[in-house]
């Protein structure tokens, strides 16, 4: 069983896991990264640019913890990744789909890279110790499962959640979660 990285001593303390892309969602997609490994926007704006957005949507929702479900981790690792995003967001993280153990194997395929974001997703929630309600934000819905896709907020590759109709359809699903899962609100 691979490690969740950062998980809390009491699951029970997670009321929804957000599963976060960046590219497409935080800022738009068009990141790439240069042969000396800066990592650039190719588009008017900066990295991240949507990123206080998330936070403001986010705040009254104390319970809500994030999981990494982007390539940055893959490419750069997980704590590397993890501090592009502001403190607030950061602080908020528990793991990432991908871990640096997923890659060692006698075979020359990493599955993972072969995987769609749902299989990621999927198969992230399987490692935990008991089920947790969840919600994921990406541009990419490839693979997503019928039965699933209410749990998709699906952002424009080059809006991401600065799109309003993708900030109301994530604070709809943030609320409906919480009503379901006993929250106050």
């Given at each position: 069983?691979?490690?969740?990285?950062?998980?809390?001593?009491?699951?029970?303390?997670?009321?929804?896991?957000?599963?976060?892309?960046?590219?497409?969602?935080?800022?738009?997609?068009?990141?790439?990264?240069?042969?000396?490994?800066?990592?650039?926007?190719?588009?008017?704006?900066?990295?991240?640019?949507?990123?206080?957005?998330?936070?403001?949507?986010?705040?009254?929702?104390?319970e809500l913890r994030i999981v990494l479900s982007t390539s940055w981790v893959r490419v750069l690792g997980f704590r590397?990744?993890?501090?592009?995003?502001?403190?607030?967001?950061?602080?908020?993280?528990?793991?990432?789909?991908?871990?640096?153990?997923?890659?060692?194997?006698?075979?020359?395929?990493?599955?993972?890279?072969?995987?769609?974001?749902?299989?990621?997703?999927?198969?992230?929630?399987?490692?935990?110790?008991?089920?947790?309600?969840?919600?994921?934000?990406?541009?990419?819905?490839?693979?997503?499962?019928?039965?699933?896709?209410?749990?998709?907020?699906?952002?424009?590759?080059?809006?991401?959640?600065?799109?309003?109709?993708?900030?109301?359809?994530?604070?709809?699903?943030?609320?409906?979660?919480?009503?379901?899962?006993?929250?106050?609100?």
């Amino acid at each position: 069983m691979l490690p969740i990285e950062a998980l809390p001593d009491q699951v029970s303390e997670i009321n929804v896991i957000l599963f976060l892309d960046y590219d497409g969602v935080l800022h738009p997609d068009a990141v790439y990264r240069r042969l000396n490994g800066q990592i650039e926007l190719r588009v008017p704006g900066e990295l991240f640019m949507w990123a206080p957005l998330l936070e403001k949507i986010i705040e009254e929702y104390p319970e809500l913890r994030i999981v990494l479900s982007t390539s940055w981790v893959r490419v750069l690792g997980f704590r590397r990744a993890r501090g592009y995003l502001p403190a607030k967001l950061a602080a908020r993280v528990i793991g990432a789909t991908w871990h640096s153990a997923m890659g060692r194997s006698s075979l020359d395929i990493i599955e993972w890279d072969h995987q769609t974001r749902f299989q990621q997703v999927s198969a992230y929630l399987r490692r935990l110790p008991t089920p947790i309600p969840w919600l994921a934000i990406d541009d990419d819905s490839a693979g997503w499962q019928s039965e699933q896709a209410d749990a998709l907020i699906q952002t424009d590759p080059m809006l991401g959640v600065s799109c309003r109709h993708v900030q109301k359809a994530l604070e709809y699903q943030l609320e409906f979660t919480s009503r379901i899962c006993g929250g106050d609100r």
